[in-house]
């Protein structure tokens, strides 16, 4: 009997621990480390919005090439089938009835000084029932006919028209390159927000980590103190505040990192359900170039601006095309007959010609366009100097941030040493019944709020770079920029 309940209990111990085992590899999540450089990577293989713009490049370049078309000759084919309210006819009965009566008097009654003037009359009379005989009233083309014909239209002149075209069409093709760059761009400083940020939120779990660790030692400790009656119950009560603290602190964390975790995958475009390490650290550099350097940059590159230009460019096109409306259009044209029904046989296999078309006046239409695309160019040179300057504003602002945080970090660097003196001195005072517990406690929390600062100072440094090189239009530097040997990197572990 003893046998049986030994070996129930251990078959339940064996299913519980089995449980246990499966929860365990349930909830497993992998991790995979990356560093910024292979994100990046997977970041331009992945990202459904570069996609977007590369297909919008293939349509432009495809316009692009349409628009040259517009120089070669268009051939086709053209059927009609017409049916007329009556059958045409040429009818001559007219001019019948005015050379009958000639032929008639001159075959019986003329006189010929011939040598034999018989033979004429002769040949009068017959003509005379030629006449009589023949078909007057003709009928040249019947009232249902068809017709399939190749045709060809070659245009010779069009005012300028053509040539504004393929302009136009480069010039789109330009712009869509632009903004390819434009979103390469903000999906840099997307991409250096999250991976950053996913490096912030989990050195902040770290340290969040410790400081609950610490906090769980100094509540032993002051648990054990006050069993010895060497310290008040007052003291322990506040250290289990903020132990509790800690650990809403550290599950806060956790929980960001998890959202920062998602937010870069969906960056990354990975529909995988893993956990993102990332390899490379937070960094800062002491000196930059100047705030003219890159002024000077996002006048020559930055997307924004180059598309603008795109826009001043298609507006001139767009007035060439209107004042080419006073022009005439000359084009080449020909037809071919292939094959028709009833068609009148007087009607000629092939024409070959040069048509033109010119507007003499279109009721002042004309004018009015062309005083309306000038005023449009004028519209557009006002956003243009008005872009360029908010992105010098924007440039200069993410400037002076850089200068910022970087002058944070110098002074948190002093402030971190002193923290970790004073948290030092503390415990070592407060084993010693020298200070109480709020001191001990105070001095952990002034710690970690200042790595935690630091930490968040560097970050708003890398996106304030990332953001300053997307307005100057070099955002591909990037990496140079993390790469220089003057940089300074910095984590918690």
């Given at each position: 009997?003893?046998?049986?309940?030994?070996?129930?209990?251990?078959?339940?111990?064996?299913?519980?621990?089995?449980?246990?085992?499966?929860?365990?590899?349930?909830?497993?999540?992998?991790?995979?480390?990356?560093?910024?450089?292979?994100?990046?990577?997977?970041?331009?293989?992945?990202?459904?919005?570069?996609?977007?713009?590369?297909?919008?490049?293939?349509?432009?370049?495809?316009?692009?090439?349409?628009?040259?078309?517009?120089?070669?000759?268009?051939?086709?084919?053209?059927?009609?089938?017409?049916?007329?309210?009556?059958?045409?006819?040429?009818?001559?009965?007219?001019?019948?009835?005015?050379i009958t009566p000639l032929y008639e008097v001159l075959g019986k009654y003329g006189s010929f000084s011939v040598p034999d003037p018989s033979s004429i009359r002769q040949k009068l009379l017959s003509g005379l029932n030629d006449v009589e005989n023949g078909e007057w009233d003709k009928m040249i083309q019947k009232?249902?006919?068809?017709?399939?014909?190749?045709?060809?239209?070659?245009?010779?002149?069009?005012?300028?028209?053509?040539?504004?075209?393929?302009?136009?069409?480069?010039?789109?093709?330009?712009?869509?390159?632009e903004v390819a760059r434009q979103k390469q761009g903000e999906l840099m400083s997307e991409l250096t927000e999250r991976y950053f940020g996913l490096c912030l939120a989990r050195q902040a779990v770290m340290i969040r980590q410790d400081v609950l660790d610490g906090m769980n030692k100094h509540l032993d400790d002051?648990i054990k103190m006050e069993k010895q009656g060497m310290i008040a119950n007052a003291d322990v009560l506040h250290a289990r505040v903020f132990q509790a603290q800690a650990e809403r602190e550290l599950s806060k964390a956790k929980r960001n990192q998890e959202i920062v975790n998602q937010s870069l995958l969906n960056?990354?475009?990975?529909?995988?359900?893993?956990?993102?390490?990332?390899?490379?650290?937070?960094?800062?550099?002491?000196?930059?170039?100047?705030?003219?350097?890159?002024?000077?940059?996002?006048?020559?590159?930055?997307?924004?601006?180059?598309?603008?230009?795109?826009?001043?460019?298609?507006?001139?096109?767009?007035?060439?095309?209107?004042?080419?409306?006073?022009?005439?259009?000359?084009?080449?044209?020909?037809?071919?007959?292939?094959?028709?029904?009833?068609?009148?046989?007087?009607?000629?296999?092939?024409?070959?010609?040069?048509?033109?078309?010119?507007?003499?006046?279109?009721?002042?239409?004309?004018?009015?366009?062309?005083?309306?695309?000038?005023?449009?160019?004028?519209?557009?040179?006002?956003?243009?100097?008005?872009?360029?300057?908010?992105?010098?504003?924007?440039?200069?602002?993410?400037?002076?941030?850089?200068?910022?945080?970087?002058?944070?970090?110098?002074?948190?660097?002093?402030?971190?040493?002193?923290?970790?003196?004073?948290?030092?001195?503390?415990?070592?005072?407060?084993?010693?019944?020298?200070?109480?517990?709020?001191?001990?406690?105070?001095?952990?929390?002034?710690?970690?709020?200042?790595?935690?600062?630091?930490?968040?100072?560097?970050?708003?440094?890398?996106?304030?770079?990332?953001?300053?090189?997307?307005?100057?239009?070099?955002?591909?530097?990037?990496?140079?920029?993390?790469?220089?040997?003057?940089?300074?990197?910095?984590?918690?572990?």
């Amino acid at each position: 009997m003893k046998f049986k309940i030994r070996t129930a209990v251990l078959f339940l111990l064996l299913l519980f621990y089995l449980s246990e085992w499966t929860v365990t590899a349930q909830n497993t999540v992998a991790v995979k480390t990356l560093t910024f450089e292979q994100a990046l990577e997977i970041t331009n293989g992945n990202s459904h919005v570069l996609k977007q713009n590369q297909y919008l490049q293939k349509e432009k370049m495809q316009e692009a090439k349409a628009a040259k078309g517009l120089y070669l000759p268009k051939v086709g084919i053209s059927a009609n089938y017409l049916r007329m309210s009556d059958d045409l006819h040429l009818n001559l009965t007219g001019v019948k009835n005015s050379i009958t009566p000639l032929y008639e008097v001159l075959g019986k009654y003329g006189s010929f000084s011939v040598p034999d003037p018989s033979s004429i009359r002769q040949k009068l009379l017959s003509g005379l029932n030629d006449v009589e005989n023949g078909e007057w009233d003709k009928m040249i083309q019947k009232k249902e006919f068809g017709l399939v014909a190749a045709t060809m239209q070659w245009p010779i002149y069009t005012g300028g028209k053509i040539a504004a075209a393929n302009k136009v069409a480069e010039i789109q093709k330009g712009e869509a390159d632009e903004v390819a760059r434009q979103k390469q761009g903000e999906l840099m400083s997307e991409l250096t927000e999250r991976y950053f940020g996913l490096c912030l939120a989990r050195q902040a779990v770290m340290i969040r980590q410790d400081v609950l660790d610490g906090m769980n030692k100094h509540l032993d400790d002051a648990i054990k103190m006050e069993k010895q009656g060497m310290i008040a119950n007052a003291d322990v009560l506040h250290a289990r505040v903020f132990q509790a603290q800690a650990e809403r602190e550290l599950s806060k964390a956790k929980r960001n990192q998890e959202i920062v975790n998602q937010s870069l995958l969906n960056t990354l475009a990975l529909e995988e359900d893993v956990m993102l390490e990332p390899a490379s650290r937070l960094f800062y550099l002491d000196t930059i170039e100047s705030l003219d350097y890159f002024i000077k940059n996002a006048r020559q590159n930055n997307p924004l601006l180059q598309q603008v230009g795109s826009k001043k460019k298609l507006v001139m096109q767009s007035y060439k095309v209107e004042k080419s409306e006073y022009f005439p259009a000359i084009a080449l044209e020909g037809m071919y007959n292939i094959v028709d029904k009833d068609l009148s046989p007087y009607t000629p296999d092939w024409t070959v010609g040069i048509g033109l078309n010119w507007t003499l006046f279109d009721g002042a239409a004309r004018y009015r366009k062309v005083k309306a695309a000038a005023l449009k160019t004028d519209q557009v040179e006002e956003v243009e100097q008005k872009a360029q300057s908010d992105i010098e504003t924007m440039i200069n602002k993410l400037y002076q941030e850089l200068n910022m945080y970087r002058e944070q970090l110098i002074e948190l660097e002093s402030s971190k040493t002193f923290t970790d003196e004073y948290l030092r001195v503390r415990e070592k005072a407060f084993h010693e019944e020298m200070s109480n517990a709020t001191e001990v406690v105070d001095a952990r929390l002034a710690q970690s709020q200042v790595r935690i600062e630091r930490l968040q100072a560097m970050y708003g440094y890398d996106l304030a770079l990332a953001r300053l090189l997307e307005y100057a239009g070099i955002s591909s530097q990037f990496l140079d920029y993390q790469k220089r040997l003057s940089v300074k990197m910095e984590s918690y572990k």
